[in-house]
């Protein structure tokens, strides 16, 4: 066995007895002698101490191998952990009833959006629900993922819907945007998810955007038209602009 393959044997065995610093050790080693090491940076990615740096990892496997299927899946799922950790999504997506006073619940908003129907989020709240009583405790929106009811793109729209649009107190000025230019038929809903699944991308590739220049930008509504809606925004909530 070369001291390559002897190092990544002892790194995996570390990862799956849960020593993570030892096997970030191994695997680091690993990369020193071989940086295009693919097994090495997507374990790597599995021991990391935080999401962000798991993303790091798989982004860097993707740059070497676009097609490393191992890859593409973890950062699906690393890409809306992440979100769900920034946006400190609610723990329990059903557990509040439907009022106008609260965030959407991701459910809600995915079936609003007709990207799923009610009888696809019932099979998925089945499987987590049956995951559950076998302490495998997964967020609504993994387990879309992996039942494959939905893309990730579309998943990050609805998640970055629920913060956009939560009730003021809670998340500030910004929250009550979206669905005021909804009201106005400014825009729709699912123009609005798109529009929020571009703004979370350009914010992970570091360009931040306000959502109405995101809506703009996509040709939902002219520039003019998001000018005065929000000027009738602010009259109507009292809201200071900066």
């Not at 940076?41 to 993303?55: C, G, I, K, N």
């Not at 709240?125 to 494959?148: M, N, P, T, Y």
């Not at 956009?164 to 500030?172: C, D, I, L």
């Not at 929250?175 to 699944?197: N, V």
Request: hydrophobic share 45%; aromatic share 6%; with cysteine.
């Amino acid at each position: 066995m070369s001291e390559i393959s002897s190092n990544l044997h002892a790194g995996i065995t570390a990862a799956r007895a849960g020593n993570l610093a030892d096997a970030r050790s191994w695997f680091i080693r690993v990369l020193q002698q071989e940086p295009r090491n693919e097994t090495a940076w997507f374990w790597l990615s599995r021991v990391m101490p935080d999401t962000e740096q798991a993303l790091r990892c798989v982004d860097h496997l993707l740059m070497i191998n676009p097609r490393n299927p191992q890859a593409r899946e973890a950062r699906d799922v690393l890409a809306i952990r992440l979100l769900l950790e920034e946006s400190a999504v609610l723990k329990s997506e059903l557990a509040v009833p439907s009022t106008p006073e609260r965030r959407y619940l991701l459910g809600e908003a995915l079936v609003e959006a007709r990207i799923i129907t009610q009888q696809q989020l019932e099979r998925a709240l089945a499987e987590q629900a049956k995951l559950a009583k076998a302490q495998q405790h997964l967020r609504l929106g993994e387990i879309l993922l992996r039942l494959k009811l939905i893309q990730p793109e579309q998943l990050e729209a609805a998640i970055a819907t629920q913060i956009e649009t939560g009730p003021a107190a809670n998340v500030g000025a910004t929250g009550q945007i979206g669905d005021f230019l909804i009201k106005q038929k400014l825009i729709t809903r699912a123009q609005l998810h798109q529009a929020l699944a571009k703004q979370a991308e350009w914010k992970r590739c570091g360009q931040p955007t306000l959502l109405g220049q995101v809506l703009v930008n996509c040709g939902y509504i002219m520039q003019d038209a998001l000018n005065q809606a929000l000027f009738e925004w602010q009259q109507e909530y009292s809201l200071a602009f900066r």
